[in-house]
């Protein structure tokens, strides 16, 4: 019995190779991937933005020390209400505002406001000046351009 070696042809050689038809199949593959690539490279960036900048708000290293004064005299027992990023009024109720501080100890005439980044702050005051026995309140608008240190800030109150 004698063996035959028959040569094995594979069928793939046979059929021609249309590139043109693989190039076909794989361009929703390789668009899909692109826009991948280049959605995350946007996300990226934006991401980079939000987190890079700083906002006016709580968590910095600055300090404020405000009195409240009512025609030159300093008044006791206030509260300090604080809003972020504005340099404008923005209302007379406390919820208007992003923060409130209140004189520490009690009695003490200066509101110590800790805490705050760079940027645009209005400060609104109220309070009760004793001596006419009427509560007052007032605001003024604050820049902070250092990220550490103190301020020191009279902010002139009336009834």
Not at 107 to 133: N, Q, R
Request: hydrophobic letters at 35%; glycine letters at 6%; a positive charge.
């Amino acid at each position: 019995m004698a063996l035959s070696i028959k040569p094995i042809i594979s069928i793939n050689l046979l059929i021609p190779i249309n590139h043109n038809l693989n190039y076909l199949y794989l361009r929703p593959i390789i668009y899909k991937m692109k826009r991948q690539i280049i959605l995350s490279f946007i996300l990226t960036i934006a991401m980079t933005f939000m987190f890079s900048c700083s906002k006016p708000g709580i968590g910095g290293q600055n300090t404020v020390l405000c009195t409240p004064q009512h025609h030159g005299r300093n008044i006791k027992d206030c509260i300090i209400y604080v809003k972020f990023n504005t340099q404008n009024l923005p209302g007379t109720s406390p919820y208007d505002y992003d923060a409130s501080f209140r004189t520490n100890p009690p009695d003490s005439f200066t509101v110590k406001v800790l805490g705050l980044k760079e940027g645009a702050y209005y400060f609104y005051c109220m309070g009760f000046d004793s001596t006419i026995m009427f509560p007052v309140s007032g605001g003024l608008p604050v820049t902070i351009n250092s990220s550490s240190g103190t301020t020191n800030l009279n902010v002139p109150i009336t009834e």
